[in-house]
């Protein structure tokens, strides 16, 4: 029912076929490497099952996290497998939509130690029970993840939510880039 009602952010989004994907891919890639920085957030819509229980749960059309690195090209992120290190190639190989969100606790000074922070996590148990409120300690999910490499420069002043969604990050930074603003561009000039 929930499905016919149209209540759903999405329910499914289905990579473009072949050549498409590669240039929707390419060109999103090229917008981050233009717009992103260390220890910015990339926030996107995938294409996995799991996107889909993630955006259609929370009802908004982002589903993942990862923390951005511009020297190496890669992203920290925490999957049901753990706190992992992909590139971002391969990250962005696997969105539809992509946000470059800059945290507002992120500075220059900063970036390279909250990369940092995200590396050394890596290989840490992903936190299925804090998805849904019951944090476990030394766990993370992915805006979790995301939030917690900045809490040395919190002000004392924040206030989260018990579970965070990724779509809900933007309220945590300001929005750099926005896929989508791109392909709404297109398909009005078109």
């Not at 970036?111 to 804090?130: C, I, K, M, N, P």
């Not at 206030?159 to 309220?171: A, Q």
Request: overall charge negative; charged content about 25%; aromatic content about 10%.
């Amino acid at each position: 029912a929930l499905l016919l009602s149209g209540c759903l952010a999405r329910p499914w989004v289905r990579p473009a076929a072949g050549e498409d994907r590669a240039l929707q891919s390419q060109a999103i890639e090229q917008a981050v490497l233009a717009t992103a920085s260390t220890g910015d957030w990339l926030v996107i819509r995938g294409y996995h099952a799991t996107d889909t229980l993630v955006a259609n749960a929370t009802g908004i059309p982002l589903s993942h996290v990862g923390i951005y690195n511009g020297d190496l090209r890669m992203v920290i992120g925490a999957e049901g497998d753990g706190v992992q290190r992909e590139s971002l190639t391969h990250f962005i190989a696997r969105a539809d939509r992509v946000l470059v969100v800059r945290p507002r606790w992120r500075s220059d000074g900063n970036a390279s130690q909250a990369w940092a922070a995200a590396e050394a996590l890596v290989g840490r148990d992903y936190d299925f029970l804090g998805t849904v409120g019951f944090n476990q300690p030394n766990r993370y999910y992915c805006s979790e993840l995301a939030l917690h490499i900045y809490r040395p420069w919190w002000r004392g002043t924040e206030r989260f939510p018990k579970v965070i969604k990724p779509g809900e990050l933007y309220l945590f930074g300001q929005v750099l880039y926005d896929s989508l603003d791109r392909e709404e561009r297109d398909d009005a000039a078109s």
